[in-house]
Each structure stands twice: as C-alpha cells, then as structure tokens.
C-alpha cells in the first residue's frame, strides 16, 4: 500500500453523510433558482431540443380548473431507468457536449419548480413502452426525501398523449399546480410566450425544430434582423453591419484556454423609412433601451439580451444597435459565466480578457459609429444671431492658436473608418461639411467649427471630433444649458470658448495625441493639468 493510499483511508475514517433535507432544499431552490414563468420555458423547450426532436407543441391552459403547462415533443424519448435518472437533482445522463443546451443537469427539476408544485413525465422509446414518473413537492416536503413515484398511465395521461400527436417515440412534459405562475388570460400569457419563444430559439427554428403554442406556430425572431437588412437588403442600415470571428483566450482553474466567437453587428436604419409591405412590422421589436444592445448566444440559443456586457455605456442613438455574439458551450462556459437558468449573464463574471477584447475589437468602435451617424443625421441650421456668435468664436480661437494650449497631431497616413454618411443631413446653404471622419496630418489642432444637433434634454451638452486638422463642435441645440445661453450671446461666446478647451483635450486623447501627458497614470496630474490648460485658454480668449 502506497502513502497516497494510506491518506485516502484516513481521510474515509472522518467522512460522515450529511444528506440534505429534501423538504428544506426543495422549497429552497424554487424561491432562488431565478426563473420566471417564460424562461422556464424555455429551459423545458432545451430538453426538447437535446433530445433531437423536429415537433414541439406546447399548451398554456386551464384544465378542470387549474393552470397546466404541456410541452410534448417527437425526440427519441427515454427508457425507464434514464427517466429515473432525468428526475434526479443534477442528473448526470451522457449528452453531446457540442450541441447540448443543458448546463447542470438541474433545469428540468428546478425550472420546473420554480412555477409549479406537480412535474410528471410520461415518455416512448422508439419499439418501447410508455413510462411515467412524478415529482411532487407537497410529497417531498411530507417525507422529507427527494422521492419520485412512477405510477401507471391514467386516462388523463392518454388524452394528454392522444392530443400531443407523439407517434411511435418522444416525451411530454407536464407541469401542474401553478402557484407561480397562475394563467389568468390564457390567450395573453401563450402571445408572450410565441414572441419569447420565436426570439430566444430562432436559430433552431431556422434549422428546421417547429414549435407550436396553443395550436399557433411560433416563426423565428432574429433580433438583428439581419436577413432583412443584409441578405435581403430591403432598406440601407445607418452603419454598414459587420460579421466575423474573433478568437480569445483566457484562463480557469490555472489553465489556458481559447475559443472563437462569432459576431454580428447592425443598426436599423429609421422604421418610418421602411416599406411595411416588405417587412412585417407586428413580429419586430421596438428599437428602444431595453432592446437595443447586445444578444448572446450559447450553442444558437439566446442567454441573454439588450444587454451591455458593461462593455459600452447605452445612449438614446444606440436605440437602432443591435449586437450579437455566438459561442459554443464546451469551449467558453467557464470564460462567459453562463448561469444555471440560461437567461441572463454577470459581467463580473466574463473573464477579463475575453471582455477587454470584445469590448475594444468590437462593441466600443460599433457603438461609435452608430452614435456618430445618429448625431450626424440630426445636425440642422444654427439660428443666425447664435451662428455669428459660433463664427466669431471660432476666428477667435484660429488668430490666438498659437498661445494656446492645444493637441498636437502627428504625422499618419491611418484613416479612421466612421461609417459611408448615409443618411447625413446637411443644412441648407451653408456649404459646410458633415464628414466625421479622420485624416490625421501633423500640427496643432487650431481650427474650430460649431455645429448643432438634437440629441434630446437628456443628451449630452456637446458632442466632439476632428476632420482634418479642425476640431468639430457638435453642440446639443435642445440642451436645457444652451437653450439658456442662446439667449445672451456673450454667456454663449464664453461657453463657446470653456467648451473648445474641453473638446481640444477630449479629442486629444481620443486619438492619443497629448504627447505632454503620455505615459501618465495619475488621474490627479491629468486633472490638474486639464485646468491649468482651460484656464490660461480662457485667459487668452476672453481678454483683450
């Protein structure tokens, strides 16, 4: 007998059962699992798919006066000793882990819980027989055991199988007692259900699962819409969507690991622009802040969405964006988080260096574009008397450059990619270009031109870039700020001037141009220097 063996034995000689109350646990997970009714749903839905089938129907409805939920579908179904095994808390059955929907082994039981009290199994093995088992909670909590009973099939189970069209193998899942999830307006809950449905396995239903709720198919939802817009190219999208690979790396547990996720970026162009007999308005979702953002995707089933990945900060011009990424479960799991009930993702919980990477490659210069060609198509005339005080500001700054504390621009041949100006509105009779692209050139940055947009009470005061060696203003004509100051042109002529300081050092370090403060990391010393800067700039603008 070897050291290591000997360990073993007197670690055995201390170890000591400890089963958990199964009354206490089960009355537990149902209260912290994390469900709501619809991503329960769609947990039950993931078995269905796992289990390889092409039909599933799904009934939302009162019978004999109590709520039930069906879900019954044509997979291969399952013998008696796997449904036993299925009906375990986390279940430990052999499954594709390429393909496979499931995380723990837990969903079934638990997501069923979380809504209801009663989950029965009734399941047909192809050239087999018909087997059924039921959990129950008030049973479980009576004996204090995690317990199932595996009773004969009633003449309700034969209704429930002869309505379900299941021929020769599949396996219907029925869930009763819907203490949380009481079905008031059966046909109101089953429409919420379908639009749920349709978007969270739209890829699925695209390769060929047909789902039904209630005697309705759900047809696919693509959040991006992106075979509209892309393939079929019914309208012009604001930015030019973009598709690719990325691969990232990370570590876990002390070991390396690498993946690829595949992305997909769009932004709608306006909805009042696009013909509704080409697109069917009713089955889209409004561009809004809680729909826009970003839709992850886990083996092309959606985990989550609208959501930021705290990768990019949401405006009121990300509206139209929307973004998607697409990963495989056995390569990325541990790196994403995915949490147990598939609905929803921590971003402390994305490894760092897989966040950093889609953040910086992708959401970060997507959402500046979009936010750049939604400020751009809202630029509009400047009243008169206000642009004669933007003129005379901006001929201030170019005859006292030379004092001033401004970027310096170096030599570069790069050309800053902000999207092909579709859409752009120009004002009338100006002459002036709305261009925000970038062509760096060297010397400083001593030019200004003022521009206004609407970008809504909430929206920021200003909005700043460069195009050439000039520094664009982009002022916020319905900011409560300016609205007040283009009532006293000299208030306006200093905010002018407070406001170039502030863009001078912003577009500085946009493109990394603040030579004097490279290599800084004293947030203290930047700060300090931004005011010296703003103060001797002003200094110099508004004395004679």
């Given at each position: 007998?070897?050291a290591?063996?000997?360990v073993?034995?007197?670690?055995?000689?201390?170890?000591?059962?400890?089963?958990?109350?199964?009354?206490?646990?089960?009355?537990?997970?149902?209260?912290?699992?994390?469900?709501?009714?619809?991503?329960?749903?769609?947990?039950?839905?993931?078995?269905s798919?796992?289990?390889?089938?092409?039909?599933?129907?799904?009934?939302?409805?009162?019978?004999?006066?109590?709520?039930?939920?069906?879900?019954?579908?044509?997979?291969?179904?399952?013998?008696?000793?796997?449904?036993?095994?299925?009906?375990?808390?986390?279940s430990?059955?052999?499954?594709?882990?390429?393909?496979d929907?499931?995380?723990?082994?837990?969903?079934?039981?638990?997501?069923?819980?979380?809504?209801?009290?009663?989950?029965?199994?009734?399941?047909?093995?192809?050239?087999?027989?018909?087997?059924?088992?039921?959990?129950?909670?008030?049973?479980?909590?009576?004996?204090?055991?995690?317990?199932?009973?595996?009773p004969?099939?009633?003449?309700?189970d034969?209704?429930?199988?002869?309505?379900?069209?299941?021929?020769?193998?599949?396996?219907?899942?029925?869930?009763?007692?819907?203490?949380?999830?009481?079905?008031?307006?059966?046909?109101?809950?089953?429409?919420?259900?379908k639009?749920?449905?349709?978007?969270?396995?739209?890829?699925?239903?695209?390769?060929?699962?047909?789902?039904?709720?209630?005697?309705?198919?759900?047809?696919?939802?693509?959040?991006?819409?992106?075979?509209?817009?892309?393939?079929?190219?019914?309208?012009?999208?604001?930015?030019?969507?973009?598709?690719?690979?990325?691969?990232?790396?990370?570590?876990?547990?002390?070991?390396?690991?690498?993946?690829?996720?595949?992305?997909?970026?769009?932004?709608?162009?306006e909805?009042?622009?696009?013909?509704?007999?080409?697109?069917?308005?009713?089955?889209?979702?409004?561009?809004?802040n809680?729909?826009?953002?970003?839709?992850?995707?886990?083996?092309?089933?959606?985990?989550?969405?609208?959501?930021?990945?705290?990768?990019?900060?949401?405006?009121?011009?990300?509206?139209?964006?929307?973004?998607?990424?697409?990963?495989?479960?056995?390569?990325?799991?541990?790196?994403i988080?995915?949490?147990?009930?598939?609905?929803?993702?921590?971003?402390?919980?994305?490894?760092?260096?897989?966040?950093?990477?889609?953040?910086?490659?992708?959401?970060?210069?997507f959402?500046?574009?979009?936010?750049?060609?939604?400020?751009?198509?809202?630029?509009?005339?400047?009243?008169?008397?206000?642009?004669?005080?933007?003129?005379?500001?901006?001929?201030?700054?170019?005859?006292?450059?030379?004092?001033?504390a401004?970027p310096?621009?170096?030599?570069?041949?790069?050309?800053?990619?902000?999207?092909?100006?579709?859409?752009?509105?120009?004002?009338?009779?100006?002459?002036r270009?709305?261009?925000?692209g970038?062509?760096?050139?060297?010397?400083?940055?001593?030019?200004?031109?003022?521009?206004?947009?609407?970008?809504?009470?909430?929206?920021?005061?200003?909005?700043?870039?460069?195009?050439?060696?000039?520094?664009?203003?982009i002022w916020?004509?319905?900011?409560?700020?300016?609205?007040?100051?283009?009532?006293?042109?000299?208030?306006?002529?200093?905010?002018?001037?407070?406001?170039?300081?502030?863009?001078?050092?912003?577009?500085?370090?946009?493109?990394?141009?603040?030579?004097?403060?490279?290599?800084?990391?004293?947030?203290?010393?930047?700060?300090?220097?931004f005011?010296?800067?703003?103060s001797?700039?002003?200094?110099?603008?508004?004395?004679?």
């Amino acid at each position: 007998m070897n050291a290591q063996e000997l360990v073993s034995e007197s670690q055995v000689a201390y170890l000591k059962d400890n089963t958990p109350n199964a009354g206490r646990l089960v009355l537990a997970l149902r209260e912290t699992a994390g469900y709501n009714p619809y991503t329960v749903l769609a947990d039950l839905v993931d078995n269905s798919i796992d289990a390889e089938c092409k039909n599933i129907r799904i009934f939302i409805r009162q019978r004999n006066k109590k709520s039930q939920i069906v879900i019954a579908d044509d997979g291969y179904g399952m013998d008696e000793d796997t449904l036993q095994e299925a009906l375990r808390l986390g279940s430990n059955l052999e499954k594709d882990k390429i393909s496979d929907l499931g995380c723990f082994g837990m969903g079934l039981k638990v997501a069923s819980f979380a809504i209801g009290k009663k989950l029965s199994i009734l399941t047909l093995e192809k050239g087999g027989e018909w087997h059924k088992a039921v959990l129950d909670i008030n049973k479980i909590v009576e004996l204090d055991q995690w317990v199932i009973s595996t009773p004969p099939t009633d003449w309700e189970d034969v209704e429930i199988i002869e309505e379900s069209c299941i021929s020769d193998h599949g396996t219907i899942v029925v869930v009763d007692d819907l203490d949380k999830f009481p079905i008031s307006v059966t046909t109101q809950t089953a429409d919420i259900a379908k639009k749920r449905m349709a978007r969270i396995f739209w890829k699925k239903i695209y390769d060929g699962v047909k789902i039904q709720i209630n005697g309705d198919e759900v047809e696919a939802y693509d959040p991006l819409e992106w075979e509209d817009w892309v393939l079929k190219k019914i309208a012009t999208p604001r930015v030019e969507p973009e598709e690719g690979d990325i691969e990232v790396e990370f570590e876990y547990d002390g070991e390396k690991k690498t993946g690829t996720i595949h992305y997909r970026c769009m932004s709608f162009p306006e909805r009042d622009e696009i013909d509704p007999n080409k697109v069917r308005r009713d089955k889209v979702l409004p561009t809004n802040n809680r729909t826009c953002g970003i839709y992850v995707y886990r083996n092309n089933r959606e985990i989550a969405h609208g959501t930021t990945l705290d990768c990019y900060q949401k405006h009121t011009t990300h509206h139209s964006m929307r973004m998607a990424i697409y990963f495989k479960a056995h390569e990325l799991d541990s790196g994403i988080g995915t949490n147990n009930n598939k609905s929803n993702i921590d971003p402390d919980k994305i490894s760092k260096s897989i966040k950093d990477k889609l953040s910086e490659e992708i959401f970060r210069p997507f959402a500046s574009k979009v936010y750049k060609a939604c400020v751009t198509e809202r630029l509009e005339n400047t009243a008169d008397g206000i642009q004669e005080v933007h003129d005379a500001a901006s001929e201030r700054i170019r005859e006292k450059s030379k004092g001033l504390a401004l970027p310096t621009l170096p030599q570069s041949k790069e050309k800053r990619d902000t999207g092909d100006g579709k859409g752009t509105v120009v004002p009338k009779n100006t002459g002036r270009s709305r261009g925000l692209g970038v062509n760096r050139q060297s010397g400083k940055l001593g030019e200004v031109e003022y521009q206004s947009a609407k970008m809504g009470r909430g929206g920021q005061l200003y909005e700043a870039d460069k195009v050439d060696r000039k520094l664009v203003v982009i002022w916020n004509s319905e900011h409560p700020v300016y609205l007040d100051a283009s009532r006293d042109k000299k208030m306006m002529r200093i905010l002018d001037f407070m406001v170039h300081a502030m863009a001078s050092a912003e577009v500085g370090y946009m493109y990394g141009v603040c030579d004097e403060l490279e290599g800084s990391v004293d947030p203290i010393e930047t700060i300090i220097k931004f005011k010296m800067d703003l103060s001797n700039n002003l200094r110099i603008l508004v004395g004679e």
